[in-house]
């Protein structure tokens, strides 16, 4: 069954198919919350979390316009963060936290870059800024890209490879930072 398809049995309100999103996704769900909170979850909070999408996934299936595993995805992502945000630390940090943390300007140029190459790759237009997120920051397959998008698969690597030129030509003369 493909995810479209999968999508469709959601919206119809089909219990089975939350399981079968679940076994899909469940591992794909639990990476995007680790790599996105890191350390500073409990397991229990990822656990917490990994259900809390499934839910929003059952609660909203009605509204999805793209991709179940991109709105998967996003969803674990900002639940996530949500989460992050509503921890309070528990102790003081230390004096040197720059040292053991790393340097928060460090950080900063690198939230600015990834932000900048968001954007260029937003600029890219439809479909050929949604195959490159797909590829590159969801890990989906070529084949799996272009059989959602009724694309063939040259075609998913070609207008890869044109996003990839058309990236480093916006970022080449750039002074960045």
Not at 37 to 52: I, V
Not at 82 to 94: A, V
Request: net charge neutral; aromatic share 8%; charged share 30%.
């Amino acid at each position: 069954m493909t995810d479209a398809q999968l999508l469709e049995k959601l919206k119809k309100r089909s219990r089975s198919s939350l399981e079968t999103a679940i076994r899909r996704f469940n591992a794909y769900v639990c990476t995007v919350i680790f790599n996105t909170g890191g350390n500073s979850l409990t397991r229990e909070d990822m656990e917490e979390l990994a259900d809390d999408v499934f839910l929003a996934l059952w609660n909203n299936a009605g509204n999805i316009n793209e991709s179940l595993k991109a709105y998967i995805g996003a969803t674990a992502r900002n639940m996530t963060i949500g989460k992050l945000r509503s921890l309070k630390p528990e102790e003081e940090l230390p004096e040197d936290c720059a040292a053991a943390y790393g340097d928060p300007e460090d950080a900063a140029v690198k939230n600015e870059l990834s932000r900048m190459l968001y954007d260029e790759i937003i600029n890219l237009g439809r479909p050929d800024s949604e195959i490159f997120l797909r590829y590159y920051y969801n890990g989906q397959k070529l084949r799996e890209i272009a059989a959602e998008l009724g694309l063939s698969v040259s075609n998913v690597k070609m207008k890869l490879m044109r996003g990839r030129s058309r990236l480093k030509d916006a970022f080449s003369g750039k002074e960045v930072l």
